[in-house]
């Protein structure tokens, strides 16, 4: 079985709701998952985007969602997680300099949003509020599995 991510709010490929963006209410969408892998101690979700800040003229990766240590047989999270993220959860700065979800806000053009889950053999030690970058170096060596869900948003 192959591990796969997905939301009731929005498709693979498709535009994100704007209930989960800067414009409405900015609530994390809803997120579930099958597929993790057997040996999976705990999944990492990070949510980025590519197209900072002009889609015709990239210049950086925004990130907008740093979790980790979500426990292995967690099969998803509900709309607007915020603190009820299950026991031992962690998170991330996102580049607004603060844990949790923010979500699209987009100054110009359609962006896209990448989720990505990452299984994991091993259940991290506290990084404290760890970068994406401090996340991905930690994980490395540790990934069993990883999948993506992309969605778009456009002001």
């Known amino acids: 079985m192959t ?3 997905s939301s009731s709010a929005f498709f693979h490929l498709s535009p994100i709701p704007v209930v989960h963006t800067c414009d409405g209410r900015d609530l994390s969408p809803p997120l579930s ?11 990492a979700l990070i949510v980025s985007d590519p197209d900072a800040p002009d889609p ?3 210049k950086m990766t925004w990130v907008h969602w740093v979790v980790y240590n979500l426990p292995g047989d967690a099969t998803g999270l509900p709309q607007d997680v915020g603190a009820a993220l299950p026991a031992g959860t962690r998170e991330g700065l996102n580049d607004w ?8 806000c987009p100054p110009i053009g359609r962006h896209r949003y990448f989720f990505r889950l990452y299984a994991l053999g091993v259940v991290l030690p506290d990084l404290g509020r760890p970068t994406k970058t401090a996340l991905e170096k930690a994980m490395r060596g540790h990934v069993l599995a990883e999948t993506e869900l992309m969605g778009t948003y456009q002001c």
Do not use: E, F, I, N
Not at 33 to 43: A, D, M, Q
Not at 97 to 104: E, S
């Open 56 to 58: 015709a003229a990239p």
């Open 97 to 104: 300099h603060r844990t949790g979800y923010g979500g699209p």
């Open 3 to 5: 591990l796969k991510l």
């Open 33 to 43: 998952w099958t597929g993790v892998p057997p040996g999976t101690k705990s999944l």
